[in-house]
């Protein structure tokens, strides 16, 4: 049983971390052999899944098992909660992204966002956590002159609940090119504590897909910043149902990418496999 977190080499192909076109094509074919070989292969979104599926795994065989989120331990919490006093954001509009600030992330277009917004007093663009292009993005906004948007280091994971749940809005983004390739699992832990979410994201992602089916927030086209600016004053200005959208995002993740639910959706996947086996 092969678990595809995400497709190689494809993904680096796409963000130029891979360009040697002997190894990229070695890469594909031993990556495959064995998709083909697999007695099933689980993807964690559908577009993913129709790209394995094109890169020669059965498609009878693949089947889709979002990650999970422990959806009691990430629970909806005021906004205004201990960590948000901590970090003086209890009274602010925030927007956050928190996660991995690497190249797959499109946070360019989220900083750029803020020199569209200067005017809104309240507002604080609050982005946590490290990663290969966290030093550029705070250069970034150094230049531009926001000084509302706000770095952060990786909070303790006993404090996500507090940290995620002071945001009113989380921005999840992913480069063009990349949908399928790679599925931002952040998502679910956002939708957890029952905030909604601006996907910058391709409209076949699997992340714009579950926002738009879910209607837990909106999608917005990657690596356009004036478009993200319109869609966070939209939400500032209260022309969004923001609680709503939490609700049902909530909703969502108890049905469909709680850990019960996902162990459960695994568990039936190997005793088929073995199953089969001993026919």
């Keep these: 049983v092969v678990v595809s977190q995400d497709v190689f080499p494809e993904i680096a192909v796409e963000l130029k971390r891979l ?12 990556v495959g052999i064995y998709l083909r070989r697999a007695d099933r292969v689980v993807a964690i979104g559908e577009t993913m899944r129709e790209r394995l599926i094109a890169k020669g795994a059965p498609a009878n065989r693949v089947h889709v098992i979002p990650n999970w989120i422990d959806t009691s331990r990430l629970a909806p919490l ?9 970090h003086g954001l209890q009274d602010a509009f925030v927007v956050m992204h928190s996660g991995n600030v690497g190249h797959a992330q499109d946070l360019d277009a989220l900083v750029r966002a803020a020199t ?18 966290h030093d550029e993005l705070v250069a970034l906004a150094t230049r ?9 280091d990786y909070q303790p994971r006993d404090r996500l609940p507090e940290s995620l749940s002071a945001a ?25 504590v029952g905030r909604a979410v601006i996907a910058a994201a391709d409209e076949h992602s699997e992340t714009a897909r579950v926002v738009r089916q879910v209607d837990c927030g909106v999608v917005v086209a990657p690596g356009r910043p004036e478009l993200l600016a319109t869609a966070i004053r939209s939400a500032y200005d209260g022309e969004l149902e923001l609680d709503a959208m939490g609700r049902r995002g909530r909703a969502y993740v108890v049905a469909e990418a709680d850990r019960a639910v996902a162990v459960g959706r695994y568990r039936d996947i190997l005793l088929e496999v073995v199953g089969a086996d001993r026919r």
Excluded: C, K, M
């Excluded at 360009?19 to 031993?30: A, D, H, I, Q, Y």
């Excluded at 009113?168 to 957890?192: K, M, W």
């Design 19 to 30: 360009t040697n076109p002997f190894l990229v094509g070695l890469l594909r074919v031993l």
């Design 78 to 86: 005021e906004h205004a909660n201990e960590w948000a006093v901590e």
């Design 116 to 133: 569209f917004l200067r005017d809104l007093d309240s507002l604080r663009i609050v982005i946590i956590g490290s990663g290969a292009r």
């Design 144 to 152: 531009l002159e926001v000084d509302h948007v706000q770095f952060l």
């Design 168 to 192: 009113a809005l989380h921005v999840v983004g992913l480069a063009r090119g990349l949908a399928g390739y790679i599925v931002p699992s952040r998502l679910y832990g956002i939708l957890a």
